[in-house]
């Protein structure tokens, strides 16, 4: 038995779309909250790398001071809630290292018996140049971005995914930077306000042979 | 009403593992395919970009010629089905003017009315240098395989995400050059062999509150 059926999974993503005008007063509820906070931590990454952080901005102060470096867009303030996908800026051996200790803990093995998983990481990280491992590490937040907008979509909760900000502002204003972090994309959630015009406006998409080839 | 519990969402993202040995023997339902072949169809993109392509590897002989650039991995093999992720490797304002065009089909509407949409794409796509087009469209790329490992968790279907192939390879056995590709991830799907010893190991994760961080 599947959680979903075909029909259904295909009816919350054709329910999702980007919200322009979430309802101010409706807030997620706790056990709907704290699921989607699961779905970014299980979200898979490189080699379980997890090289990120999300940044939950629930200070109503802090998200008016982030609407100049959003292109104006009132969801940063209006929705629910706001995540900051960020990645981290250094990713070294010894975030392989780290990665080891955390798997010897939880799996209860010997860190010797995981040498060749930690040297294939290590060499990884250790040879690729720094901005190819931010490329690299950046796609990584990516993927949580969709793990947690499908979750959404499939927990009823609207979203709205956003490229348009300043990553350099949202980093100056979240104090980012000092923690080795980076803004990369912003999430937020919630749920749609009864006039968003956009809620009406039929999901535009190629034809399917456009995007899906069969080889 | 949402389509899934809070629980019975956890519980999809905590079925969900990387698979290291499929069943050769297991394929996925067409009408469940059908719905992860739409997940890819609607995931969400910069501006609705839609800046991709995934190519469904099905042909027997194809999938035997990619293995060797698969880090010898053999679920591209043996997992019922292949994608690969691709980017559209020249993004240009003649992108923005098919998806105006799009657009004002889609949603009846005349191209003048999307003026101030088709602007903003056009001016984005144009001023950024196109390394940079490329960073920002493959990222959209990962949202998509975000997307489709998730619906994949929720469906009942097993998956492994592989980041570890050699794309130029890909592209050359796929010919995705010539059609102005470039391939960026790979995902197969089918379902777990009974005795993939992977399955019963515990995920590692970081604890929560190192990934996730509340402002």
């Given at each position: ?12 993503l ?7 005008k ?88 010997h860190?010797?018996t ?32 969709g ?19 300043v ?16 803004s ?8 749609r306000a ?22």
């Amino acid at each position: 038995m599947s959680p979903l059926s075909p029909d259904a999974a295909v009816a919350a993503l054709n329910w999702r779309y980007a919200v322009k005008k979430f309802d101010p007063t409706k807030k997620i509820p706790a056990p709907t909250w704290a699921a989607l906070e699961q779905s970014l931590v299980l979200s898979p990454s490189s080699y379980g790398l997890q090289p990120w952080k999300f940044f939950v901005v629930e200070t109503p102060a802090v998200r008016e001071q982030l609407l100049p470096h959003s292109w104006g867009q009132r969801q940063v303030v209006d929705a629910s809630h706001l995540v900051v996908f960020a990645v981290k800026k250094e990713m070294t051996a010894a975030d392989a290292d780290r990665l080891i200790a955390r798997t010897s803990q939880v799996r209860e093995v010997h860190v010797e018996t995981l040498a060749g998983y930690h040297k294939m990481m290590a060499g990884s990280l250790t040879r690729t140049p720094a901005e190819q491992v931010d490329v690299w590490m950046s796609r990584q937040v990516f993927i949580a971005l969709g793990v947690f907008l499908t979750t959404a979509a499939v927990l009823g909760v609207d979203t709205c995914p956003m490229e348009g900000f300043v990553p350099e502002k949202y980093d100056e204003v979240l104090g980012l930077g000092a923690k080795g972090y980076a803004s990369r994309v912003v999430a937020t959630a919630g749920y749609r306000a009864a006039d968003d015009a956009y809620a009406g406006l039929k999901k535009v998409r190629y034809e399917p042979g456009e995007v899906v080839e069969r080889v």
